[in-house]
């Protein structure tokens, strides 16, 4: 099975740059899509198709991806912006999700 | 608006069947296809199952398969996931979610999610 990796933890200083990170075999050639999750809530789409924001979601996210890895980048961090992040893929017929990334926003 | 409504979970013994309902409403449920993804209490999401806008395609993760069918009535706008030989490992926080495009596409609405407990 298809395995992808996360970072378990982010911590970011109020009003700067995340960076939340997401590794896998050749995952340079898949579609890498990103969720954000508050607590007691339901997931949300931030990121689809590596790089593409859906219009609800503020410009300060972004996504990337170099070699074996995907990242997603939150610009400006606030404090809404805690949450766990997940990064997605479709592998061999399944969707794959990674572990998840807690942020905190210090 | 869009919206998702899960409904079906409870405490189920294990060995037992449920099924889960997804109420869908805003948008045509016909041109897309539907999943569901859990997440067990404190941890990350799984995916669990997904099925096409005409519900021709069904795919499953190994953990379910066999075990659990993914179905929809498109003229009541609904998506279902029987689930039968319940174990305590499948006890989590079950969400259906909406699917653009089939197959390698992403997950653009979600339900709020139904907890499923399984236990004695």
């Known amino acids: 099975s298809y395995d992808l990796t996360q970072p378990l933890s982010v911590s970011v200083a109020l009003g700067q740059t995340a960076s939340i990170t997401c590794g896998g075999d050749?995952?340079?050639?898949?579609?890498v899509h990103w969720y954000q999750q508050k607590p007691g809530q339901a997931p949300v789409l931030v990121i689809y198709?590596?790089?593409n924001r859906p219009s609800e979601i503020p410009e300060r996210f972004s996504g990337s991806k170099s070699g074996n890895t995907a990242t997603l980048t939150i610009s400006r961090a606030q404090v809404g912006d805690e949450a766990d992040y997940y990064c997605?893929?479709?592998?061999?017929?399944?969707?794959?999700f990674g572990g998840g990334t807690k942020l905190a926003v210090l | 608006e869009l919206q998702l409504l899960e409904s079906g979970g409870g405490l189920i013994q294990p060995g037992g069947s449920l099924r889960l309902s997804c109420a869908a409403s805003?948008?045509?449920?016909?041109?897309?296809?539907m999943t569901w993804v859990r997440q067990a209490p404190g941890k990350g999401l799984e995916w669990v199952a997904a099925?096409?806008?005409?519900?021709?395609?069904?795919f499953y993760a190994d953990s379910v398969k066999g075990r659990f069918t993914v179905s929809r009535d498109n003229s009541r706008n609904t998506l279902y996931l029987q689930m039968k030989g319940l174990r305590a490992g499948d006890s989590a926080i079950y969400y259906c979610?909406?699917?653009?495009?089939?197959?390698?596409?992403?997950?653009?609405?979600w339900g709020q999610g139904d907890l499923v407990t399984v236990s004695s």
């Open positions: 198709r590596d790089i």
């Open positions: 099925i096409g806008g005409s519900g021709g395609s069904t």
């Open positions: 979610a909406r699917v653009p495009i089939l197959p390698a596409s992403y997950f653009d609405y």
């Open positions: 805003g948008f045509t449920f016909t041109n897309y296809a």
């Open positions: 050749k995952i340079g050639s898949k579609t």
């Open positions: 997605q893929v479709w592998d061999s017929g399944t969707w794959v």
